[in-house]
């Protein structure tokens, strides 16, 4: 065989490993500010070290397997440029483009606020429109900054960085299945608790915790003598 085709056979051996995908490859040394890895290509590739936390850096070893993005097969210098960085985000939006299809809750924290609702993160930062936070709006939103709580992704665009999340179809799905149950139970002539959450010239709004009835007051008062606060129970 002559040397064109050594070569050609050489270069081959190399095709798989395209720039913009993640291999795994093996820690070969640990060096001041950077990590060497093998990923089977005809150069190492180095990561700077300030892609890992301290932590991390400590429990590095050698032989070690790491997941990295290919960013360059060759610089200007022909060196093999990896990103341990980038390869942990690729994979953040892996999982979480598989949660949305699988329709699978995430938690989120909520970061801070902004126009039309919260900025959350759920690995990435995502938004949370003002609509889909509670079933009833809510007066305090700044009240809820640093805390967390479950979501759901109801639209995802890895491409333009773009995730949506609802606490509120978590809520509904949580509501209706306290409404099926609580329907199921019920029996007419039952006594059950309530609260009066309003009253009109006419009727009363009952919360019977997983849905409100509507109370005719004149029934009210011919059934039973009773005084009804707002707030009370019947």
Known sequence: MDRSALAALYEETFRN???GTIIEGRIVSLGKGRVVVDIGYKSEGIIPAEQFSGE???????????AVYIEERE????????SKEKADKMKVWEDLEKAFNEERIVDGKILSRIKGGMMVDIGVKAFLPGSQIDLHPIRDLDGLVGKS???KIIKINHRRGNVVVSRRVLLEESRDK?????LSNLKEG??????VKNITEYVAFIDLGAFNNVLMLGIAITKALLVILLGGHP
């Open 178 to 182: 306290r409404r099926q149950t609580t």
């Open 190 to 195: 039952q006594l059950v608790p309530g609260i």
């Open 75 to 82: 610089d200007s210098e022909g060196n093999l440029i990896l």
């Open 56 to 66: 991390e850096l400590q429990s590095l070893k050698v032989n070690d397997r790491l």
């Open 149 to 151: 709580f479950p979501l």
């Open 17 to 19: 490993f395209e720039e």
